[in-house]
């Protein structure tokens, strides 16, 4: 029998039983839970083979996590993730919020990256770790980006005030673009195949994949009025998503930022057409199917970074790396959206800047493309470095999911009240 279906069937008995136990005791984010729930799972594993009560090897937790997470993101259901993420933005929201978005997207994530490379950098050389400032700060590219599923999942449950919601969203699905240019711009130097400068790259990645996006979604969307039928319709979508980011990704443009304007207009589009009455609102096929692929990836994800981080993961001085890393990807996403905040004429939401810095920076999540874009430089890095890089963002990804994302709901409650 096929290896990978008997993997995936674990990894669906895991949801399956994590999601009931989580809607029977623990009612946290199903995200979270199917994170921990793993997470346990490897603990206990790891444990039961180091007194030799298990083989090593032998376990299901670590057939899952000889499983490529590149291909199976980058190569698979990255597209369908971002598409589904960006349909709640509205092109009207977007254009309302163009310049905060803009602004978050772009100069947060520059900052977060080069003075995350630099603290890193410096800690490094502290602990007698030296490491080559240019993979301290392709690190950096490979953490700053927020992730949009996992935040926009949750803010989704605050009752955020529009403004706040639009921007932190927005934010999160643009600035993975950005996070992409900045790693192809600092990866160049490792592999020395580099096309330019920053600038360069992030024009070529954007604006070819916003042109290459439009002119797709829109012979998509004009195909799509032809018919009523809400099953075509997902047919429609699908080849709309899969061909933007197939083409972009050959063309040398960012597949990710184009699977988001794809989204953006087919949300956009089938909400208007809803509006204007052209659309049966009985008939919830669409609707339906990409509310289950998003929950249904989303849940398949978390469960595999839960199970590979203690199998494929091993560096020396764990626990202070762990801390040195959660203190670091919070002071530098701060200083990010503080300097940016720096430049809007009013604040969103009414806050003062440092309370709403604190709020997006907490609020920041890191995931599926983090996990991507690390794992895509196995070859091109020394063995220990790469080991190193990577426990930091398996690190990075679990500690802003779990603590951060079980507490943001407070914080939020508790800024809320403040005078």
């Keep these: 029998m096929n290896s990978l279906l008997i993997q995936f069937s674990f990894i669906f ?35 039961l083979t180091s007194i030799d009560i298990l ?50 997207a772009l100069l947060t994530t520059v900052i977060t990256t080069l003075l995350y ?37 949750i803010l989704n449950k605050l009752g955020l005030p529009e403004d706040i919601f639009s921007i932190m969203a927005g934010e999160s699905l643009f600035n993975d673009g950005v996070g992409v240019a900045l790693f192809l711009f600092f990866s160049a130097f490792i592999t020395g195949e580099s096309e330019g400068g920053f600038a360069y790259v992030m024009i070529k990645e954007l604006f070819g994949a ?15 009025r032809k018919t009523q039928n809400k099953l075509y319709h997902v047919i429609i979508s699908l080849f709309a998503v899969t061909a933007c ?88 996403r701060y200083s990010g959206v503080f300097v940016s905040t720096c430049f809007l004429k009013e604040t969103p939401g009414g806050y003062n800047k440092n309370r709403f810095s604190i709020l997006m920076s907490w609020s920041g999540l890191k995931g599926g493309l983090s996990l991507a874009l690390i794992i895509s430089i196995a070859s091109i890095l020394p063995a220990d470095i790469y080991e190193k890089l990577l426990f930091v963002v398996f690190t990075t990804i679990i500690f802003t999911t779990i603590v951060q994302g079980l507490t943001v709901a407070k914080l939020y409650l508790k800024m809320k009240k403040r005078p």
Excluded: H
């Design 210 to 224: 916003i042109i290459t996006a439009t002119i797709i979604s829109l012979f998509c969307l004009f195909l799509l």
């Design 13 to 47: 008995f895991i949801i399956t039983l994590g999601v009931l136990l989580n809607e029977k005791f623990f009612k946290i984010p199903t995200e979270i839970a199917l994170l921990c729930f793993s997470l346990l799972g490897s603990i206990i594993i790891k444990i």
């Design 245 to 332: 980011y197939t083409i972009c990704d050959m063309l040398g443009f960012s597949g990710v930022i184009a699977s988001v304007v794809c989204g953006i207009f087919f949300g956009s589009y089938t909400n208007y057409m809803k509006e204007q009455g052209l659309l049966d609102t009985k008939d919830t096929t669409y609707e339906v199917f990409w509310g289950t692929v998003d929950k249904l990836l989303n849940y398949v994800l978390y469960v595999f970074i839960g199970i590979s981080f203690l199998f494929i993961v091993r560096v020396e001085f764990a626990l202070i790396v762990i801390l040195a890393v959660v203190v670091i990807n919070f002071i530098t």
């Design 55 to 104: 083989t090593p090897g032998t376990t299901m937790f670590e057939q899952i996590s000889t499983i490529n997470l590149n291909k199976f993101l980058m190569d698979g259901v990255l597209c369908f993730m971002l598409f589904t993420g960006a349909s709640d933005m509205r092109i009207k929201t977007f254009v309302k919020y163009s310049k905060q978005i803009t602004l978050y």
């Design 117 to 153: 490379g630099g603290i890193f950098y410096l800690l490094c050389v502290l602990f007698n770790a030296p490491i080559s400032p240019v993979y301290c700060f392709l690190l950096g590219a490979i953490v700053s980006p927020t992730d949009p599923i996992a935040a926009t999942g």
